[in-house]
């Protein structure tokens, strides 16, 4: 058999065509069938008014609460309008007469490909904690930090705002320090040998770790195909598979004492003839799990088995508590060849604002990813790149200290709240989850609670299955130990 059909006996196939913006998704029969009874129109009940369907906490004012009732309305509104136009009407053709014209009543359709897409919560606890202005508020519900970028990035990052080569969209790709430093970046995590990829060929800048997950997504699997996901998750990631047309099915992460586990046969379960891709984080959002060596061999097998592409996200990969396995999907077996790896700057070297990632992949799915990122963002920040190269390449990138100290603000959680609150720890990352459900209140309710005693923290309703509704979720990024020494007299005041 040559190398090329090796390959092709190998390598999952890239998808034929990369035009995603023209189909039409229609949401699933049972998600119409609740939005279409919701009685639309209908104010909820007093008691219904703290956390909405989403998780959407309500400031206490009442205009705040009216406008965010009266969009969740408007939301309903338009949804129902479209799944109500008939099929054979003028709006679901491509063409129409002068003569056609929408009732004046109406607006335009929106595209239904969004109608399963979700808020992730966190976007409306950020501004929920920002329009208190009151600093006091302990910001635990979004992934930010206070620990500063390598002093190399910082000191070029100013230097460049004067360089007029990177005040360019050239070049398409990223610049060449960059593409290099996070190749080499990548074959020494997944212990591949040197110059294991081409980085003209097989490396793509994009603007952050997310922008580069959706270009995989986008490239890698059609509408209707299956990406399997660990529950909970972070949702951002499945609303990509879905604005992609995918369908996320889940392997369950099972809490205990001592952190999470893979659920091996919900893995199995997950399978299917549509599965397509496989999309994988270690350390995992929101849980902090790390797959230890038997779950990373699981996830691999399966993913060989499925014949899918492995999208391993790798923004926090080195973000590891003590004894924490340091794994790679690019360290087994048969997945070097159907894996693609997207990093990001903002987790592991603190550079959120560069908006700078990367994309690594098999030279089969090479050309397909670098049409849709050059399609998608057309370039990412050009002041950001040679400050990103220069974290990569640098020996003191802090990665360790910074590791070392957020796991101290993680342990202090743990050690605080436990045993009157069911913690599960993290083995790594940036956040740890809170189980609700033996209290018998929901996730949107405990962070309501904890919002009147100044504590900001997401639910986690949307991240996977509906049993993650259940957890709350505290990033301990962004809070030194002394501003976090009140967190259990407040969290006893929040549920006495």
Partial sequence: MGRSAKLTALVPPPRAHLTRFHGIFAPNAKLRAQLTSSGRGKRPPADEESTGANGDHRCPDETRRSMTWAQGCLNFLCFNRISAVPSGSWAHTQTATAGDFMPLSATPALAQRTALMTPIGVERMGDAADGLRNPRVLRLENLDTDLLPPLPALELTVSEVRNDDANSYLPFFGHDRLRRAATRLVERNGGLASEHYDWRRQCFISAGGLSGILNAVLALIDPGDEVVLTSPTYVGLINRVKLAGGVPRYARMLPGPTGWRLDLQSLQDALSPKTRAFLMMSPSMPTGAVFNREEWKAVCDACIQANAWMIYDSAMERILFKDAPRLNPLQFPGMAERTVTVGAASKEYRMIGWRVGWILCPLAAAEV????????????????????????????????????????????????????????????????????????????????????????????????????????????????????????????????
């Fill in 369 to 496: 990813i670098g049409r849709v990122a050059i399609s998608n963002v057309v370039c990412p920040v050009g002041i950001a790149q040679q400050a990103v190269a220069v974290a990569l390449e640098t020996d003191d990138d802090g990665i360790a200290s910074c590791a070392a100290t957020w796991q101290a603000r993680h342990d202090f959680l743990v050690t605080a709240l436990r045993p009157q609150f069911d913690v599960i720890p993290a083995h790594g990352g940036w956040s740890l989850l809170i189980d609700f459900r033996s209290r018998g209140i929901s996730g949107a309710e405990a962070s309501r609670r904890l919002m009147v005693e100044g504590v900001a923290a997401t639910s986690m309703e949307n991240w996977g299955l509906d049993e993650t509704a259940g957890f709350l979720r505290l990033v301990y990024a962004n809070e030194p130990l002394d501003r976090l020494r009140d967190i259990a007299p407040r969290f006893n005041r929040a549920f006495d």
